[in-house]
């Protein structure tokens, strides 16, 4: 099949139509994919997959109608709904920053999606319900459950990741389903989109029964307009699908910590896709502590990488794929890593920025809602854009919020809020908020519970409702300073965000979503009363009822029983008067 | 009742039956009501599971614990000696190694009187815990195991197999909800610290460290307790704070599991009775009812989970007992009854809210439903109503009868009942406030402790409430006949009142109160011989009652009160308010005629 692909570019690279020649060598593309092992601070090991298909042509002039590498389910969306950029994260689990460090990309628990529109798009409103609603056919998820009531159209959170010319933020939409449940039918429409399947390369790592079999697993996809090449001239277009996901070796390996690619996935990589022009694996084996190395790999890498990855210097093993050398000593590559000696919690490092969310408070009428904001950068202090969106049967009391650092009042430099609408939108608010150095922000804000209408209640199962995660985004400083870095030449995982210059990294960090119990009435109670009304009904009413229109009759004497007819029958033989 | 003159004949019959038959009518409906809730044992249909992702789903239970349990127990004990106290540092590090997400939540509080063992105001403890982070879940829904760490050995098994049991679930895939496995010191106060913190409320002025960790709202709690290697049986314990119940399906839960392990399981202490109708069983189902409603009524926790359900968590306390019986039971079979409860509420969708919050327990297998138990009260509170009708009609009969009275008069009978009222109501909220407000400057001006402050100031106010009757007096005086009357009148529609809403509150307390209130509020009346009414009021004063609940409690459950030390709980005892309030108003106002 590999060959069959290739025969097809062969042909369609060499035998352009007439006046097509042009847009035959426009229409180039690259895929490129990289799989990065991380072991975290816990004793955990985070997979993370980048598949990045670059395609260089204009989606938008609308006359692309061959495809290549790009997923044409995609292409035609992003063309014919004027998308700008497109984000779509679907996760089943929350990603522990305390404790596992920065990932790479974060996204909330559930489904999160936001798109830029183009500026010629009229009605963003339409093409966003219609986006959403292809998309959840596409991916299999419930996002056709994005509405106005959970849609909000944030100011500063999100800023376009690609080529933009204005951030007009309302050609924005974000919204996010916390509820969501993501499982195999989510991944296999995700693995489709790749152009070599889960047949060949590192997505035949891809296996479903032990991507869910772990503590935390979140699949992305980005669309997003780049630069074709440094000067900037014309535009590409790039689809990164990413899939991070955390296997937990403390349950599954009886406290044991190695691991290798066969035991997280069950698999080997036996070889390259053929349409990859780029197939790496990289293993982060930094050292934790200057003096001594704590992991081991192998078989012995084909080379090693050094880069600098949100402020930390990083040591990557790399293996290449596509080298030759690679697969000639063995059919199948294993990566193995061992723990030289056992972790203890005095190690564990702490994230420069991390949050906690919580629900105060007891009982069924009030309760708030508490962000704890976590800067523990020894000397520097860095701004945060925090955007919190609340369902509006959460009735926000916006004067109680108070913003605490250190003990004293911290007045945000930035304030948005829009208030919530009942049952047409959520409430919105997004703050940029000061740390300062080595200091917590505590922000709170007071709610109450609304009362809904009986049909709003979810069906009787219910946990409780959801609140979104709310979003952190920042600047961090970094303790090293960045060199600046050929973007197209670094490992994908490095380049999503690009960072402003050397000294700081972008982060954005998701905190908790939250599970609130509303008060519900007892549906069990109408029911009862149903019943009993009916019974009410049907015994007395409609005996009186009965009573009431029945007609009576005096009864004529019955002419008797069966032995007086009898008796009469004879009666009449004889000539005797009946009875 | 009155104002009906268009068909005179038949209610002035009504009235005039009710008239006649009005004291062996009221003697009637006392009895039934107590007759009623005698018969509630032997009706009391069984329990049963509600909640269907309980009931129907099979769970096996693989763990093995006994053996590992002891040892971690016997290694805790030890560090627990050394350290004298809680041993933190070993604890953090035990629960690490076993792949937990460790905090510390550190937490003081000055007492108002000083500890009993150790004479000291300012407590400071140390709470551990450890979550165990389900995989694939956003730590929206969390379930929680507690084991208060006490002083001496006690409750070092609990430990131990708290330890044991956070091993076996970490190597468990199964899990949708977090588990939280927590320590506290200082029983009560340690457990009440956390769950401040926890849900960053405060409630009680304990200085306590933030949680650096939560794991979204708490489902389910369980408490242990355990103090020997094996055990004979479980005894359970479901009061909480003010008479507070979990859910009946936790317990249903609990008792399926018993079943199935075998285990022996007691409620208040007691076996279920044997099965079928038969003299024996229907007094021990008695009696087991009876210690319920003691406990209850006592508005005390019957075990750390008590301080849970006002966080509407649903809890018990599971307390292992080893007594002399012959066959024993180790700690894996717990273990295992353990595992397979967090298995079942790690299964539910929802949260426990299928089964009964309002029931009383004959056994641990029957129960008694709202429905069943109410009309016992409802018999007690007609006496009152009834008897308040009779005076309603007498009054208006009267002034049927005398026709000329001036309206003047009337008005200003009853504004005579106006001091009376607020002079004990006035009275009520001052014994509420008095004694626990007053009791530092109490104990800067006059020789006293601060325990002994609030008892004297207690009992002040009482005997102080009984001279309210002499200076009630005068002021009655020139309403005659019809002055008693209004007054008792009113009295008896506030008992009925104050009764019924604490019954809603704590059904226990306000049937005790019932049955105690009711007949002196309905019989007594001025004249005759006056001393025997006197004493047969003091006796029935709340306060007495409720000293009589408490010790009687002790005294017939045979087991000392497990939770003592923590008068400064008290305070928060609402019911108790209510109580002192209705007494105020009553004494006052019954007083003057008899005293």
Known sequence: MAAAVLLLLLLTAAGPGPGQADAGRERRGALREELLLSPLPTGDVAATFQFRTRWDADLQRGAVSHYRLFPKALGRLVAALGVRELHLALTQGFWRTRYWGQPPLQAPAGAELWVWFQPTVTDVDKAWKELSNILSGIFCASLNFIDSTNTVIPTASFKPLGLANGTDHHLLRYAVLPREVVCTENLTPWKKLLPCGSKAGLAVLLKAERLFHSSYHSQAVHIRPICRDASCLAMSWELRQTLTVVFDFFSSGQGKKDWSLFKMFSRTLTDTCPLASQSKVYVDISPKNKEKELLEVSPPPTSVHEAIVQGDRRTYAVYDLLSPSLFNTSRSLNVQLKWKRPQDSSEMPIPTLHAQRYVGGYGLQTGEICTLIYNTHPYRAFPVILLETVPWYLRLYVHTLTIITKGKENKPSYIHYQPAQDRSRPHLLEMLIQLPANSVTKITIQFERALLKWTEYPPDPNHGFYVGSSVLSALVPSVTAMKDMDVEQSPLFTSLFPSSDGSSYFVRLYTEPLLVNLPTPDFSMPYNVICLTCTVVAVCYGSFYNLLTRTFHVEEPSRGGLAKRLANVIRKFRGVPPL | ?595
């Open chain 2, 1 to 595: 009742m009155g104002g009906t003159p268009k068909y005179p004949e038949a209610p002035q019959s009504m009235g005039g039956l009710l008239l006649q038959l009005n004291t062996p009518l009221c003697i009637l409906s006392y009895l039934s009501g107590l007759t009623w809730f005698l018969l509630l044992p032997a009706l009391a249909p069984r329990t049963y599971l509600s909640e269907n992702a309980m009931g129907s789903t099979m769970v096996g239970e693989g763990s093995d614990l006994g053996a590992r349990a002891l040892a971690l127990a016997r290694d805790f004990g030890g560090h627990k000696r050394k350290a004298g106290g809680m041993p933190v540092a070993w604890l953090e590090q035990a629960m690490f190694q076993l792949g937990l997400e460790v905090h510390v939540q550190p937490f003081s509080r000055t007492l108002p009187f000083p500890d009993e063992a150790h004479e000291r105001y300012l407590v400071r403890g140390t709470n551990v815990f450890g979550v165990l982070r389900a995989p694939r879940a956003a730590s929206t829904e969390a379930l929680l195991l507690l084991v208060p760490c006490s002083e001496g050995s006690k409750n070092n098994q609990a430990v131990g197999l708290l330890l044991a049991l956070a091993g076996y679930c970490r190597g468990q895939v199964y899990w949708a909800k977090d588990l939280i496995f927590l320590v506290t010191e200082h029983d009560l106060l340690g457990t009440q610290a956390w769950l401040e913190a926890y849900h960053d409320v405060n409630l009680t002025d304990i200085q306590s460290g933030g949680i650096p960790g939560r794991a979204g709202a708490i489902q389910a709690a369980l408490a242990l307790e355990l103090s020997s290697d094996v055990v004979t049986s479980v005894d359970v314990a479901v009061e909480g704070l003010n008479g507070q119940l979990p859910n009946l399906d936790l317990l249903n839960l609990f008792h399926s599991f018993c079943l199935k392990s075998g285990l022996l399981c007691t409620f208040q202490g007691k076996l279920p009775p044997p099965e079928g109708p038969s003299g024996p069983a229907y007094a021990q189902s008695l009696r087991t009812l009876g210690l319920m409603v003691l406990g209850q009524a006592g508005g005390g926790p019957g075990g750390a989970h008590g301080l849970f359900l006002r966080f509407r968590i649903e809890a018990l306390t599971l307390r292992g007992i080893n007594s002399f019986r012959q066959h024993k039971f180790d700690l894996g079979v717990l273990g295992r009854t353990l595992e397979g409860m967090f298995r079942k509420l790690n299964n539910l969708l929802e949260r426990l809210h299928q089964s009964y919050f309002l029931y009383l327990l004959p056994s641990l297998s029957r129960f008694v439903s709202i429905g069943s138990y109410v009309p016992s009260l409802a018999l007690l509170l007609l006496v009152l109503a009834l008897r308040a009708l009779d005076l309603w009609m007498r009054l208006s009969r009267g002034e049927e009868g005398e026709g000329e009275t001036p309206p003047g008069e009337a008005r200003g009978s009853l504004l005579w009942l106006v001091p009376p009222i607020l002079v004990s109501w006035g009275a009520g909220t001052a014994l509420y406030l008095l004694p626990v407000r007053g009791q530092a400057v109490a104990t800067q001006h006059f020789p006293v402790g601060e325990a002994e402050a609030v008892v004297l100031a207690l009992i002040g106010i009482y005997v102080a409430g009984m001279a309210l009757p002499h200076s009630t007096h005068r002021a009655l005086s020139g309403g005659g006949q019809r002055g008693w009357m209004s007054l008792k009148l009113v009295a008896l529609l506030a008992l009925a009142l104050l009764l019924s809403c604490l019954a809603l509150l704590n059904f226990s307390l306000g049937f005790l109160l019932g049955a105690t209130l009711v007949p002196p509020a309905a019989a007594v009346r001025p004249g005759g011989n006056r001393l025997p009414l006197a004493i047969l009021l003091v006796l029935t004063t709340p306060g007495w009652s409720l000293f009589l609940v408490v010790s009687g409690w002790s005294q017939v459950s045979l087991t000392p009160l497990p939770i003592a030390g923590c008068p400064w709980l008290c305070s928060w005892f609402s019911p108790r308010r209510v109580c002192r309030c209705s007494w105020g108003s009553q004494g006052s106002q019954r007083g003057p005629r008899c005293l």
